[in-house]
């Protein structure tokens, strides 16, 4: 029988929570955290800058020039496909972990790699992607910076003593962290930490985010401008028909959204049947993002000014409709060849042409009313995460008022995508990889669960006064028999535990066969449960001890009141199945009055 002295005991103090004291170390690290968050994204922002004037203008400078004023000339085709070239070089000689828009890796980390980055690849992603958005991708710093500001939280991790699970925490932090300092949403940045990267919803992970977020934010305005980078001031009616007008664009959002992962998706299944190395595709992208400059200069780089113009809606309308066309095709393609960005600023840029397109259909309303609901819908449908686009879009335009019609197209557009799409933009790339994500959280049934509502109270036992020789015979018979079996005295009190693999080794081992099953159990370690422990308690020690079978006992007086096995583990799961399909109704009208 397996020794137990290494399993906890049951008597865990139960109650909502299973946070401890070490949360406070981890609200400690993600203050640092917080602080190289915003000294991350200062940096990766100056470096795109520095990229773009020496890409677009031939000068060493930080100053932020639009790329349309560049001398080039027809000549800027070829910027795009030196600086793809360039990451795709950096991607096959230095990580290809690179490649990519930085979120979807981020949450392989957690889900597969035990939360741990490479220091290479915390300064290679900013890199490239300072090369990629500064020679003319039609990108948003937010994904580079959501895996760079990871990737310090990760380092930090893993110089001190954690878990893995406290390990996430910290790159989830510094994720939020880098979010916060490119956009000053505190708040959105802590929604897209649970909506997308936890994978949980417990206080030893949500409070280093926070701290972390809130750290950023406090630290922001002494790099970078405090104020909302797009301010919106129009004023908002919310009446029935902005309402049904909320839920048409969420809807058309929603269906936007998954043409666009069909782009992207399309796209990267054409370079993978290209015959040359992948480390060619970027720059194959790179050619398709300059000819998209040629015919609307304006689709290149990250775009914030599009969505300023966009929200104070002096846009003409076949201007945003080639803006759109362009910076879709441009944006699929590039993406999809490998190349390194994010797309939460496309995605707001697309979702906002898409609300200015609609807005001569839709209730008349302030301008770029109709083009901000568009972009938080295209937002939350794309990345599934209605809330964090709600408060993201609010932040980012400091208008409070804008949120209920914002949630409403948010959750509209969400809840087309999930009845749509298998999969979400994000979590298609981690899926092509061989790895399934479940964005769905529940209440573990065995958490609910006690171990007296799950035991089998018919236990089949044998006595302790057994002879070796008799238990021997009793597994050597043809009569099919259980694999292990609860040894009781006379008092019903279990003194050991029976296994089939014991009477093998004892016939090997030639043990005499007059002893009693009392005198050979004697001093082994006891692998039992108790009728009020939790499901989840014991499942866990049953797999650390690789134990099948357990007695449950009376914690006064150790006598046997039932066993748990692993079916009756399942039976459990079994029963949230039933109650997940099993469609009844409970109130039924009665005829007749």
Known sequence: ?????????????????????????????????????????????????????????????????PIDGSP????????????????????????????????PEAMEAILIGRSRIQPKVAVLKPLSSAVSIGTGGPFGAEGPIIMTGGAIGSLLGQLVHVSANERKALLVAGAAAGMTAVFATPIAATLLAVELLLFEWKPRSFLPVAVAAVTAAACRPLLLDGAPIFAYQGVVAFGAA?????????????????????????AEDAFARLPIHWMWWPALGGLAIGVGGLIEPAALGVGYDNIRHLLSGDMVLTAVLLLLVVKAVIWSVSLGSGTSGGVLAPLLIFGGALGALATPLLPAADPGFWALVGMAAMMGGTMRAPLTATLFVVELTGNFSVMLPVLAACMCAYGVTVLLLKRSILTEKIARRGHHVSREYHVDPFDLARVGSLMTTDVHTLPDTLTVAQAVDHFTTLERRHTSYPVVDARGVVVGELTR????????????????????????????????ELASQLADRMALSGVG??????????????????KDLLRLR????????????????RAGG
């Open 242 to 266: 902005q309402a049904l007008g909320c839920v048409a664009l969420g809807v058309l959002a929603g269906l936007g959204s998954g043409v666009l992962t069909a782009m992207v998706y399309a």
């Open 72 to 103: 080039w000339g027809v000549w800027t085709v070829a910027v795009p496909v030196i600086g793809c070239l360039l990451i795709g070089l950096m991607a096959r000689y230095g990580s290809e972990k690179i490649r990519g828009h930085g979120i």
């Open 549 to 566: 079978r357990v007695p449950i006992v009376a914690r006064e007086d150790g006598r046997l009141l039932g066993l748990v096995g692993r």
């Open 1 to 65: 029988m397996k020794s137990s002295a290494s399993i906890p005991a049951p008597h865990i103090r139960l109650g909502d929570f299973t946070a401890d004291r070490r949360v406070l170390l981890l609200m400690g690290l993600a203050i640092p955290v917080g602080v190289a968050g915003v000294g991350a994204a200062w940096g990766l922002l100056r470096l795109i800058a520095l990229c773009t004037n020496l890409a677009y203008y031939g000068r060493l400078s930080l100053d932020d020039l």
């Open 501 to 532: 693999a014991d009477s093998l080794a004892w016939t090997v081992d030639g043990v005499d066969g007059n002893l009693t099953l009392a005198d050979v159990l004697a001093g082994r370690e006891l692998f039992t449960g108790h009728p009020d």
């Open 574 to 589: 079994a029963l949230r199945l039933a109650d997940e399909h099993e469609r009844v109704a409970c109130l039924r009208w």
